[in-house]
């Protein structure tokens, strides 16, 4: 665990170190999965900019840098959690632990979804560890796609 780590919400003026980060944490996952055809890679920084003008969720800080995020939106009392990315050199210190306990905090939901993939054994290990329980799988050309759920309230 970190001592100095800060959550605070995301805001559109996070985009470009939000994004620098995505980067960085999901090139772990494509060496994974053997491409770089995911989402959090191909998609371009004004996506990511229309993403976070329309959904919300939070960062995790050491001193002045970003070190963590995850996006968030609710659909009815549903809270979709989306791309939670620690930079790699901070992965396995709490971060991503702090930053699901935080979004999930923040909204009054009656559950959260989210996925992963099905070989990203930690992010699975996280989420089960946090509550989440799988619902079902997709496969898709290149991942397989692992969904989980959680009661909040």
């Known amino acids: 665990m970190i001592d100095d780590l800060r959550i605070r919400p995301i805001d559109l003026a996070d985009a470009g170190e ?25 998609q ?3 996506e990511l900019k229309a993403e976070l003008a329309s959904n919300s969720g939070c960062v ?34 709490g971060i991503g632990t702090r930053l ?26 996280l989420y089960k560890r946090q509550g989440y329980v799988e619902t079902h799988r997709v496969t898709l050309p290149a991942v397989e796609l692992v969904y989980l759920r959680k009661r909040l309230r």
């Open 18 to 42: 939000v994004f620098t980060l995505q980067r960085a944490a999901f090139i772990e996952e494509a060496h994974l999965y053997e491409t770089i055809e995911t989402p959090a890679l191909t």
């Open 44 to 46: 371009t920084f004004d």
């Open 100 to 125: 699901l306990e935080a979004v999930e905090a923040r909204w009054d939901a009656a559950e959260a979804t989210l996925f992963t993939g099905a070989l990203s054994v930690a992010n699975l290990r």
């Open 60 to 93: 995790a800080l050491v001193g002045s840098r970003m070190v963590g995020s995850v996006t968030a939106r609710m659909v009815g009392d549903v809270l979709r959690i989306g791309r939670l990315a620690v930079v790699p050199d901070m992965q396995g210190r």
